[in-house]
Every structure is written in C-alpha cells, then in structure tokens.
C-alpha cells in the first residue's frame, strides 16, 4: 500500500503528459528498464485474452515480455491503464522519465 513501511510516495505530476502517451513517449526505456514485469502482466490480466497473458508470460526475458505487453496496448484506455499501473509499479522509474521531459 502506498506510503506503508519501506515505500516512498511519489508526487508525479499526472497532468504534465496524458498516460496515453507518456506510454507512447517512453516506450524504448520502458521496455529497456522495466524488470518486474510479471506483476505489471498479473495488474493487466483480462480473463477475455488468457492467450496474450500466456504469451507474455511466455517470453524469455523482461524486454521480450514488455514487447508483448506493449502489443495488446492498442487503445488509449489499455494505455492509461498500464500507465496507472507503471505509477503503482515502477514510480521511480515515472519520476525519471517524467523529469527527462520536462527537461528538453
């Protein structure tokens, strides 16, 4: 749970890029630096696609396995979800790249 004992809570402006395409943006680094793929695969489960969660489970390593999530985000709401799930998951990481672009 956010702000329990050993997790830090960070403020990442939600507002400053749409999670559509904050998505979109930052797919590469994504992909490169997302490890902990699996619990981002189990948050997007959809009991409508078992095939596609097995692909991705499937995938030999974290990049291949992103690669696989990131072909069944074909909709903007598929999208915002893995990015409300990226802020859950990998906040470090949203922070970073949330930062990288305000920065250009």
Not at 15 to 40: N, Y
Not at 49 to 54: D, F, G, L, Q, S
């Amino acid at each position: 749970k956010p702000g329990g004992p050993g997790r830090k809570i960070y403020n990442v402006n939600r507002s400053f890029l749409p999670g559509a395409e904050f998505v979109d943006q930052f797919r590469r680094k994504i992909i490169e630096r997302v490890t902990a793929v699996e619990p981002i695969a189990d948050a997007m489960y959809d009991a409508s696609n078992v095939e596609k969660y097995a692909d991705i489970m499937a995938a030999p390593t974290p990049q291949a396995k992103m690669r696989a999530i990131y072909k069944i985000l074909n909709t903007e709401g598929s999208k915002t979800r893995f990015y409300a799930i990226l802020l859950e998951r990998e906040p470090e990481l949203v922070e970073e790249l949330s930062g990288s672009r305000r920065n250009w």
